[in-house]
């Protein structure tokens, strides 16, 4: 038996993409004044006023896009199997529908979506003995996918990375230029300021929320890299 695969998108532009085709199979089945049809259309307009902002969530979680799909997706199969039963559209769930309340979780930082395990990201092929010789930095790359990948909901307001700062020119390599926090270890400025970082990290045990001192030395840090 052959396996069905489903390649997401990797770019907003791309899922934006994705999700017109979806809008345009909708008006095949409903009229263009139901409300899936509605609801979709005005999802991706909002969708394309906020396009900054889904990219930096994309930069920050490389499963983003995919979480949103799969949302849509879900949402759509289950007001369709209520309308299956329905006798009325008003015997449905229509927020089920109203795809815009998704948007509005990602703009208050509280989108939450658990990919079911059918979902799996796809694995890089082995590199070759020549491939390393080649590039010494492939290994170390490649050590770093297999890592997972922590997200900090708790980031410092005052240290939050923002949209016109260069990362790798500001913060990148940076940690050891504060001071040592109570856990032991260096400041993760990656998970600090970016909000994202993997568990695999040198200075994993600052990866919690910090206050007092603590919070203190990296609000410290973070000035002093953003004036030099």
Known sequence: MTKTQVLFPKDIDSMLERIDALLELSE??????????????????KCRQKKLLLKTCNHL???????????????????????????SIADTSLELVTFVTILTDIQLNRFICF??????????????????????????RSETQTSNQVKNNNVIEECRLVRHE??????????????????????????HVKGVCYDDCAFKGSHRRLTGSDEEKVKKLVSKLRRE
């Open 61 to 87: 979680d490389d499963q983003f896009i995919t979480k949103l799909l799969y949302s849509i997706d879900d949402r759509v199969n289950k007001w369709l199997n209520e309308c299956m039963r329905a006798k």
């Open 28 to 45: 095949l089945f409903f009229t263009p004044r139901s409300m899936l049809v509605q609801n979709l259309s005005l999802f991706v307009t």
């Open 166 to 191: 260069n990362w790798s020119k500001l913060f990148q390599g940076k940690s050891k230029e504060g001071e040592i926090l109570s856990c032991g270890t260096y400041p993760c400025i990656k998970y």
């Open 115 to 140: 990919l079911p395990s059918n979902i799996k990201r796809l694995s890089k092929p082995i590199e070759s003995k020549e491939d390393n010789f080649k590039s010494p930095n492939k290994k170390a």
